[in-house]
């Protein structure tokens, strides 16, 4: 009895698991059979929505890369800007002026020319030093010397009075730039016939014609260039800067002076200056004195009027503000 009531029991619970299970299988191929119908109803609609988040997705990914590399090419593109950027004195703000250090961190940053002040020795060294008025260089080095009545030997002991930096010569930052940076040798001493077969003397001596130009506020060191260029049996060519201050008179430039430039302080440039020195094939490079606020809105009447050379003591923001001003120009 007992065992029949349990083979009952049994078979119940397995036609109850197997009806279960029926069910089950027949609900979830309902379902399934009714997802297909579905896709075979609408399968272009889902492959569209595919293709068109693919396309979203790779659209995207142009951007973004477009993005980055016009970064990139703004930066590349415009490496040899139109504005050469010009370290006065060197990088003067960072180290002391005209110094080799300063002259080297110029080259370190990149910078496409440095100017440098020159002087001659007692016994015919050419140092770079800005010096007073005379040559007096008591506000640059810690002694109160005449650059001109002293000789290397004397120099090369004294220090400047920050940094504690030695007076360098020509010839020693000559070696150290070669094929580096460009160089604005502006020749401070007057002595012109006693100076500047000193100057080309060096400039053969290490092949440097093609990486220096010579400036100066005394325009007869421009006779001597002129001579040299017509009479040098190499063919190589110097040019010369015209340095004007404060109170030059804009009508009185040389305009007309093809490979040369008009080195002119910075408040005396304006677009037409631009225009005459461009149309007779020459350069105008603008200089700050020191301690002047290179202003993003000084620089861009700079550049708007056409300058060729950015002659300025803070070469690092220059450098940004010309990216910046180049980045959608096409030069």
């Known amino acids: 009895m007992n065992k029949s009531l349990h083979l009952i029991k049994t078979k119940k619970i397995k036609s109850i698991i197997k009806l279960k299970r029926t069910k089950f299988i027949r609900k979830f191929n309902n379902q399934f059979k009714r997802k297909k119908r579905q896709n075979q109803k609408f399968p272009i609609k889902q492959k569209n929505k595919i293709k068109y988040l693919l396309l979203f997705i790779f659209l995207v990914i142009i951007y973004l890369s477009n993005k980055f590399m016009l970064k990139r090419r703004a930066f590349d593109e415009y490496k040899p800007h139109k504005v050469f950027i010009e370290a006065h004195r060197g990088v003067n703000r960072k180290l002391f002026q005209n110094t080799k250090e300063s002259i080297l ?22 140092v770079l030093v800005h010096a007073g008025y005379r040559g007096n260089i008591a506000g640059f080095y810690n002694a109160n010397y005449n650059v001109m009545s002293r000789t290397w030997d004397e120099l090369s002991k004294i220090r400047t009075k920050i940094g504690n930096n030695s007076m360098p010569r020509l010839d020693e930052i000559m070696k150290l730039t070669k094929n580096k940076i460009f160089m604005n040798l502006e020749i401070k001493d007057w002595r012109v016939d006693l100076v500047f077969p000193k100057v080309i003397e060096l400039i053969e001596k290490y092949d440097y014609y093609d990486q220096i130009a010579i400036s100066s506020f005394n325009h007869q060191y421009y006779q001597k260039i002129a001579a040299f260029n017509q009479n040098n049996a190499l063919g190589k060519k110097l040019s010369f800067g015209f340095v004007y201050g404060a109170g030059s008179n804009p009508k009185n430039y040389p305009y007309n002076l093809e490979n040369n430039s008009l080195n002119l302080l910075w408040k005396k440039i304006n677009k037409n200056v631009c225009i005459k020195a461009h149309a007779h094939g020459m350069a105008v490079n603008a200089w700050f004195y020191m301690g002047v606020d290179e202003t993003d809105k000084i620089l861009k009447h700079l550049f708007d009027s056409g300058i060729d050379i950015l002659c300025t003591n803070d070469p690092l923001r220059a450098k940004k503000f ?4 180049y980045k959608h120009r096409k030069i």
Request: hydrophobic residues 35%.
């Open 322 to 325: 010309r990216y910046n001003y």
């Open 105 to 126: 961190l110029a080259v370190k940053y990149g910078l496409d020319s440095f100017e440098t002040d020159c002087w001659l020795s007692k016994d015919n060294v050419l």
